[in-house]
């Protein structure tokens, strides 16, 4: 089982709980992962681990229907009768409400299962980030795997596009959201007043219970995010209704979801429940047949041994350089030919069709050091591809010098550049299917924003201070919230307490708001003259060309820039305080912790006004 965050349960005993969420509809698969997760629950006096298991349900009212509420109430009361609910020990329970924009009858839309599907991940996304919980089981099943996987040949989903519903991947949906979409990984800690022996504690049980980390877990770059799992997929629907029916647990059964004009997933479910679905399309990994279910299973094999090939290209890169500032590297590549085949388990005939794909692999690992966008399609990368790799084109081996390949490329919104910089000294390993490319390195950074698209920008308003507790003393210091993280540009998480009156934006440095800055400066003749000086010299090093007009710049009402976060620089008389992190990222195992150069940590620190308390969520 996944288990997810430790914290501390009943005030004052310093108790260390290990919590496994679960979203809980009162559906019968949903209803089959509670009583699944209670039962390995009372095996604690086998194992004593247990005892510090804490099961946390999260229960999706959708406010589709007018009984939605009532039943998700019912729920509620099932998950107390049948399970312990709200009992220190037992499965607690949390009733999250859908809110769907004004005016709008949530059934009366064409898309509804989509933005039901949005609306419900993101709920939970945001209530995992404020109960501090890092993860989320789900009940999907075999059943959901097979309706899924008939919608995508619908939709016409080809190759990798018909591999199935994930066993965990991040939590989809969220995007933007701090804690839930890749982010608040220093989020998940206890609170402060416990002991060091129950801080002790709780790191031992979470090196014990979770996955070994895999993103760049260091200051200035942010890591985490809300997991998914879902233990019941290779179980079918029916097995679950059977046991819960002997274990005597009630459930829902939404009407919704029967009725197959609501949806195409109800339609194909109306059509599979009245076995007019063909064999191969409604069989089951029973091993007597062909099914969909075995078609994606071999997708699934092939989609693993493509990635695991890749991840291993993708270790051998070395990077030369990282700069966090302006989000731009320096890599050399390595370099594999039809002698590589041989560490590959298909047939050899077939290797000059899987390279392609595995070096698309690579590619898109490198661009997403540095992207903004949450997904890069494979079928883009062709063009990029084949520049990257210069044997993917029909050209005679080692005739590289006349090789008309595109040096100067944009793929994925990064701008890619190849530079010759010859390293005579790289020794090809003997036991390895790739050399390093000896003759050029590859740059890679944010393309330079289009002027008929609109540029990245996020609204930071003015402090607000919480509502005023009426019994509260009279020399009593106003409180604030604590400012939220905002993804900007896909890149940076930034944090910016507002105390100005006005309202501020996160923008690019255009060479417009450059200019300006630059007249700003500079009229405070010598400091001035020093203070541009020193940022010239800055941008030189962290963004050189048209790298420096992708920075994030924070801006007053009048466009005029305040603060170059990445930088560390903000104009005289700023009363601006700010943190920024990069996004997650993955680097190669083996890279040099010198050649990245981090965002520096801080702390904000109220200016102003001077006697105000900020109030942490979750403290």
């Known amino acids: 089982m996944a288990t997810t965050n430790c914290q501390q349960g009943t005030a004052g005993t310093g108790q260390i709980w290990c919590v496994c969420p679960l979203a809980v509809s009162g559906g019968s698969d949903s ?60 499965l607690r329970s949390q009733i999250l409400t859908l809110e769907w924009p004004p005016g709008v009858t949530p059934l009366n839309l064409s898309n509804f299962e989509t933005e039901a599907r949005r609306l419900r991940y993101r709920a939970l996304g945001k209530a995992c980030h404020e109960a501090n919980i890092p993860s989320l089981l789900l009940g999907h099943h075999e059943s959901d795997a097979k309706e899924t996987l008939i919608m995508r040949l619908i939709e016409g989903y080809k190759g990798e596009g018909l591999r199935g519903i994930p066993l965990d991947s991040d939590i989809p949906d969220c995007q933007g959201i701090y804690g839930a979409y890749q982010s608040g990984g220093r989020g998940y800690t206890t609170t402060q007043n416990q002991s060091a022996r129950a801080l002790a504690l709780k790191r031992k049980r ?50 919704t979801n029967q009725d197959p004009t609501v949806s195409i997933r109800n339609a194909i479910r109306f059509l599979n429940q009245k076995n007019l679905l063909p064999d191969a399309l409604g069989g089951s990994l029973d091993g007597n047949r062909y099914t969909i279910m075995m078609a994606a299973q071999n997708v699934r094999r092939r989609y693993q041994q493509r990635n695991d090939f890749a991840d291993d290209l993708f270790q051998a890169c070395d990077i030369i ?88 490329f944009t793929a994925g919104g990064v701008h890619c550049k190849r530079v010759n910089s010859p390293n005579d000294g790289l020794q090809p390993k003997s036991d390895a299917p790739y050399e390093l490319d000896p003759t050029y390195i590859w740059r ?45 540009d896909g890149r940076y998480w930034i944090q910016i307490i507002n105390s100005t009156p006005r309202t501020l934006r996160i923008c690019p440095l255009t060479e417009g708001r450059f200019l300006r800055l630059k007249a700003t400066v500079k009229t405070d003749n010598r400091s001035g003259s020093r203070m541009f000086a020193n940022l010239r010299k800055a941008l030189k090093a962290a963004a050189p060309g048209l790298s420096r007009f992708t920075l994030p710049a924070i801006v007053d009402e009048n466009d005029e820039v305040l603060v170059l976060p990445t930088l560390g620089f903000e104009v005289k008389d700023s009363t601006i305080e700010w943190r920024i992190r990069y996004r997650r990222v993955t680097f190669p195992d083996k890279i040099k912790k010198e050649v990245v150069i981090a965002l520096p940590e801080k702390e904000l620190r109220l200016v102003k006004p001077p006697a105000i308390t900020v109030h942490h969520q979750g403290k």
């Open 206 to 255: 979470a090196d014990e219970m979770l996955p070994p980390p895999k993103e760049y877990r260091k200051p200035g770059f942010e890591f985490g995010g809300v997991r998914i799992y879902r233990p019941l997929l290779r179980f079918g629907k029916d097995p679950l209704k059977q046991a819960l029916v002997q274990a005597e647990v009630p459930w829902v059964e939404d009407p």
């Open 31 to 90: 209803m089959a992962l509670a009583k699944i997760c209670c039962q390995i629950r009372e095996l604690r006096s086998q194992y004593p681990v247990l005892q510090f298991l804490r099961l946390h349900a999260f229960i999706v009212d959708h406010q589709a229907r007018p009984d939605s509420a009532k039943e998700a109430r019912q729920v509620r009361k099932w998950l107390h009768e049948q399970f312990g609910a709200n009992r220190d020990d037992g």
């Open 444 to 488: 890679l950074a944010r393309q330079p924003y289009r002027l008929d698209l609109p540029e990245p920008e996020c609204s930071i308003p003015p402090l607000q201070p919480l509502p005023r507790n009426p019994n509260a003393k009279k020399h009593t210091p106003i409180t604030y919230p604590e400012p939220p993280w905002q993804l900007w």
């Open 321 to 408: 350089s990282f700069d966090s500032r302006s989000g731009s590297f320096e890599v050399r590549i390595p370099i594999f030919t039809d002698s590589s085949s041989r560490f590959w388990s298909r047939p050899r005939d077939q290797w000059a069709f899987e390279r392609e794909h595995i070096g698309a692999r690579l590619v898109r690992r490198l661009l997403q050091l540095v992207t903004p966008h949450d997904h890069i399609s494979l079928q883009s990368l062709e063009t990029a591809t084949k520049s990257m790799f210069f044997d993917f084109k029909n050209f005679p081996p080692g005739d590289r010098k006349n090789y008309p390949a595109i040096a100067d």
